[in-house]
């Protein structure tokens, strides 16, 4: 459980470093990008094998009904996560979708998870995400909205983010999880 936490906040220490100590950022510079994605590479492997290794306590497995609403519900964090790097018709609406959709997938995952492990990941992620949105915020009071896409820009954006999600998809099938039930 160590490795998970330790994981955990190093993710959360990396991302929110720029909205919590922005001159330390500042002074790194451009290497300060690469110490990020490191940090952030490191903090994932950490989150992905302290996950696999947990074994806490469980208060609930997923139902039918739960795993269902999972998957629409990563269907629409997939979606999410295309529409912010494609700047797609819905960030005109919505100020931060890749958080929002980090938000989404961490509610996804405690859906059909209620174990202490998945209590400190996708909880901790879901902190974070909400932690981001406060900050970014409060730094950035006015928000410009992108400017609208065409149709085909959407419908790619669309296509991609089933491809993801069916890889997203495979890859849980070859770790040996069950994600249609």
Do not use: Q
């Not at 089933?162 to 495979?170: D, E, H, N, R, W």
Request: aromatic content about 8%; glycine content about 10%; hydrophobic content about 60%.
């Amino acid at each position: 459980m160590t490795t998970l936490i330790i994981g955990v906040f190093l993710w959360i220490d990396a991302h929110l470093l720029k909205r919590v100590l922005p001159s330390a950022r500042e002074k790194l510079g451009d290497k300060g990008k690469g110490l990020v994605a490191l940090a952030s590479l490191i903090a994932l492997i950490l989150m992905v094998v302290g996950y696999r290794m947990a074994d806490g306590p469980v208060y609930w497995g997923g139902s039918p009904m739960l795993t269902g609403i999972n998957n629409l519900l990563m269907l629409i964090a997939v979606y999410l996560f295309a529409a912010a790097g494609m700047k797609l018709r819905i960030t005109r609406t919505i100020r931060h979708p890749m958080l929002i959709g980090v938000v989404v997938w961490a509610v996804a995952h405690l859906l059909v998870n209620g174990d202490l492990e998945s209590f400190i990941l996708f909880g901790g992620m879901l902190v974070w995400a909400k932690v981001s949105m406060l900050l970014i915020n409060r730094a950035e009071k006015n928000w410009v909205k992108p400017d609208a896409k065409p149709l085909k820009k959407e419908v790619i954006g669309v296509v991609a983010a089933l491809v993801v999600y069916t890889a997203i998809v495979a890859i849980h099938v070859i770790f040996g999880l069950a994600v249609f039930g």
